[in-house]
């Protein structure tokens, strides 16, 4: 008795009331571009088969859709009906194929959900392993945990950049070819992953149990005590107390990942290989960052000493991209004499 | 006409009955044929805008499009929790703002002297990688926001930044000295921390509730960046 209105384009919903939900929850329409972005929009590799269900029904609702379109048309053009009926048939699936095939492509190329589990770290988390990496471990007698995640130290880079640019305009760096920001990004980022790849294959020389994700988290955070003394040092200017940053902090940030890497390397002479190598560029990376990015301070000492002093002569130096090795170790030299100099001098 | 019959025997009449329990009850005759248009309101919609957009006129199109963009303009500099660049986003409004802030930072022709100032395309490039880097980075972290959505947040809060190196511009054709740029100083703090409140405005409702430190801190460090690059600006 009761019956219900049945409507005339039912296969038009092929999505029944139980799926009506989805249809809410899709955002933006049937073009192929917003169809990727519905795709990237699954949070987790565990929603990428609703992003394809999604993706089928959308399609079915399509092909129901052009089909009833198509069977009335056709009901009103006979036969010049049916041929361009055909021809929109066929290239509406070549259409699908095509689309098709290049989400496929686009889904494995441009997975992220790679990287996702190294990413899956709670605020917490990342605050005691920065503390942490001040520490340096005295046992060394069992392997240490190292946590392989890439959050803090991408962030950590990022953060030596900002601080690498800050400091860089306060001391009137000069650079010829290339930029501020193109150095700073190339020199954070060529070190980090530079330096992880050739401690991961010292590790893999010397027999060492580390993974390359683990070399990349150790130098990493490694980085936050370059950043602290960067930090210190480019706002208040005194050799003196970069010196005594560079060994403290500097050293305890060596010291822990010295430690980690010889509770998981066994023999002396690799121990000793790794671990100087680590070391000697660590602090050496911290030396050349202060020292080509900052401005002597001859120029401040000289107003704060009065006249009886000799003027420094202070020559615009000119740094290209990559600083030789050579000229590095001149610059240097002339830093802590000049420095040494005007100390001796005003006593 | 459908004509009503009711079945007194029915069970479903006995229980007090929802709202439309009675309609169950209706019969319909064969004559007259039911059909009509059952048509979900999202396809309707793109079929009518496949046909109107392309035979609306230029002028149309432009003044809609700008109004749009306008529109988002006001929610970035009122922040409040909305989600109209979420729902409409589009990339006209950050193009737009990327473009007149590359353009004002621009140093002019390379001279030997002082080579340090940052380049159109580079300000581009920064502005644009930095945002997609921050964008993954957020979806890694378990958002649940699209990647042009994000592009699209993060490219109109820089607004307040472009207003900040207008004021700067001006300030800058005064004398320069210490109050000049203690006048910029306090003008760049305030429009960054502005940017930083509005883009996470709308972009902590994405995040897991526990990690919004994570995915904020980027966007701070980005517009950070920018900011550093507007107040060293000096023209020659």
């Not at chain 1, 699908?96 to 605020?123: H, M």
């Not at chain 1, 917490?124 to 471990?137: C, G, H, K």
């Not at chain 1, 202060?290 to 615009?316: C, S, W």
């Not at chain 2, 025997?9 to 229980?15: K, M, V, Y």
Request: a negative charge; charged letters at 15%.
């Amino acid at each position: 008795m009761a019956t219900t209105a049945a409507p005339a384009g039912g296969s038009r919903n092929g999505a029944g009331p139980e799926w009506g939900g989805f249809e809410e929850n899709i955002q933006g329409g049937g073009s192929a571009v917003i169809d990727m972005e519905n795709m990237d929009d699954t949070s987790g590799s565990s929603f990428e088969d609703m992003g394809e269900l999604h993706q089928r029904l959308r399609e079915e609702e399509v092909d129901a859709d052009a089909a009833a379109a198509e069977e009335e048309d056709g009901e009103f053009l006979g036969m010049k009906g049916f041929k361009g009926q055909l021809s929109r048939q066929v290239a509406d699936q070549m259409w699908q194929a095509g689309k098709r095939q290049a989400s496929r492509a686009f889904s494995l190329y441009a997975n992220i959900d790679i990287l996702r589990p190294y990413f899956d770290v709670e605020p917490a988390q990342v605050r005691s392993r920065l503390l942490e990496s001040m520490i340096p471990i005295k046992m060394v007698n069992f392997p240490q945990k190292i946590a392989g995640e890439l959050y803090g130290p991408l962030m950590l880079v990022f953060t030596l950049v900002a601080i690498l640019l800050h400091g860089m305009k306060t001391s009137d760096t000069i650079i010829r070819e290339g930029t501020l920001m193109g150095t700073a990004i190339g020199t954070c980022f060529g070190y980090w992953l530079g330096v992880s790849s050739f401690i991961y294959f010292l590790a893999y020389l010397c027999n060492a149990q580390i993974t390359m994700l683990q070399t990349l988290a150790l130098l990493g955070y490694g980085l936050f005590g370059h950043c602290i003394v960067l930090f210190v040092t480019y706002n208040i200017h005194l050799h003196a107390l970069f010196y005594l940053f560079w060994l403290l902090v500097g050293g305890l940030s060596t010291l822990r990942m010295v430690a980690v890497l010889v509770s998981r390397t066994v023999g002396p002479t690799q121990r000793l290989l790794l671990c100087g190598t680590l070391a000697a560029l660590h602090m050496l990376f911290l030396l050349y960052l202060h020292f080509a990015y900052h401005k002597v301070v001859e120029g401040i000492l000289d107003t704060l000493e009065g006249p009886n002093i000799p003027p420094m002569q202070r020559v615009p130096r000119e740094i290209p991209a990559v600083l030789p090795a050579a000229r590095l170790s001149a610059v240097v030299l002339n830093a802590t004499t000049k420095a040494v100099a005007v100390t001796l001098h005003s006593h | 006409m459908a004509e009503a019959a009711e079945s007194p025997g029915d069970p479903a009449t006995a229980s007090p009955k929802p709202l439309f329990a009675g309609l169950s009850d209706i019969s319909i005759s064969q004559d007259i044929p039911v059909e009509g248009e059952i048509t979900i309101p999202m396809r309707s919609r793109i079929r009518e805008f496949d046909s109107s957009t392309l035979n609306e006129s230029v002028h149309n199109t432009i003044m809609r499009d700008l109004k749009a963009v306008g529109k988002k303009f006001m929610h970035v500099l009122y922040p409040r929790k909305s989600n109209t660049l979420l729902r409409d986003w589009d990339l006209w409004g950050p193009l737009i703002l990327c473009v007149t802030l590359a353009l004002m930072l621009q140093q002019g022709s390379a001279d030997n002297e002082k080579d340090g100032g940052p380049q159109f395309a580079e300000v581009f490039v920064i502005i644009w990688f930095g945002a997609v880097t921050i964008t993954l980075n957020s979806k890694l972290l378990g958002g649940n926001i699209s990647f042009f959505q994000s592009l699209c947040v993060l490219g109109y809060c820089i607004l307040p930044l472009t207003v900040a190196m207008l004021v700067c511009r001006l300030v800058l054709l005064a004398d320069s000295g210490p109050i000049n740029f203690m006048v910029r100083l306090f003008v760049v703090i305030v429009m960054f921390a502005w940017s930083v409140i509005a883009s996470t405005a709308f972009l902590a409702d994405s995040q897991p509730p526990n990690r919004k430190a994570l995915a904020v801190y980027p966007v701070f460090l980005f517009y950070f960046v920018i900011s550093w690059m507007i107040l060293t600006f000096t023209p020659k």
